[in-house]
Each structure stands twice: as C-alpha cells, then as structure tokens.
C-alpha cells in the first residue's frame, strides 16, 4: 500500500457541552441504562411469540387437547412475560432519564480567566482560596509518612532460633 494514512478532514464546532459525573450517577446509569434496550427486546420478541401462537390457535385449532394446553400456556406466559418486560423497560428508561436531566441541571461551570486566557489545570492550584466558586483537587502529590524499613528484610535464615520447649 503507497500512502499509509488517510486523510481526515475535521470540521471545528463553536461549542462543545462537557458534563462531570459522580462515581454514583455513572453506577447508576449503569444499572438502568443497560436494561432498558435487553427489557425492551426480551417483551418484544415474548408480545410477537405469543401473538404469532395466538392467531395460528384461533385460524387452526389443535385437535389434539396436549396441542391445545401447550398454545394456550404460550400465549398466557408470553404476553403475561411480555407485559412484565414491558413495564419494567419503561421504569428503566424513566430512571435513565431522571439521572441524565439531574446531570444535565448541575450548576454550570465557566471558564476560568477572562475571555483571552483561561487559565491553565496547573495554574487553578495557584489560586488563593476562595478566589474560585469551585475549587480543584490539589494535583500535587501527597506525602506518605512510615515508619522506616529495617536496613536487611528479614528472612527464615537470618531470623533468630526459635526456642523449643
């Protein structure tokens, strides 16, 4: 192949929304919003078995009475099941979008520094406290005391005998 890289053309957006998200918000959305399109498909495909069992029963009956007792628990659990799918994808969903309107409500955070220069993730440690109506976690590095190593570790061999009794 002559030219390994392909030409992007990318096109420059006048804003761009960011939102932060708490640990608990994204577990959250975890939770919801993966069951909403599985809830959905499961009482989908349960609404269509059951419906599919239900017209072929009223345009041909089963003569046989085990036929006839096997379409009718088909039909009652497919569209018991698929109504229980149903109401839960819809619980799902309205609990996906509460967290997501509760996210999108959190007070918005501007840009730090006037107009021709926001201030840099480095410069915000800089700033005298309550200079700022958010304040950043410190990026520096925290300082751990211990109590010290002794200077050989400590092994079966070099551990003192142990007294027998």
Known sequence: MENEHIAIRRHGRRE?????????????LEGSGGDVGF????????????????????????????TKTVYLVV??????????FTLKSRKDRKTFREIIREIKEM????????????LKPAELDQLPLGSSP????????????????????????????????
Request: hydrophobic share 40%.
């Open 107 to 118: 007070p918005e955070i501007g840009p730090l520094g006037d107009q021709s220069k926001e």
């Open 134 to 165: 958010i304040q950043a976690p410190s990026l520096a590095p925290a300082v751990i005391t211990a109590a010290p190593l002794p200077a050989t570790p400590v092994l079966a061999e070099n551990a003192p005998p142990r007294e027998s009794k």
């Open 39 to 66: 809830d959905f498909q499961v009482a989908l495909s349960l609404i269509s078995i059951a419906s599919t069992a239900l017209l072929s029963y009223l345009a041909n009956p089963p003569s046989s009475q085990t």
């Open 16 to 28: 761009e929304h960011r939102y932060d998200v708490s640990p608990d918000q994204l577990d959250r």
């Open 75 to 84: 039909i009652i659990v497919g569209f018991l099941l698929g109504a229980i």
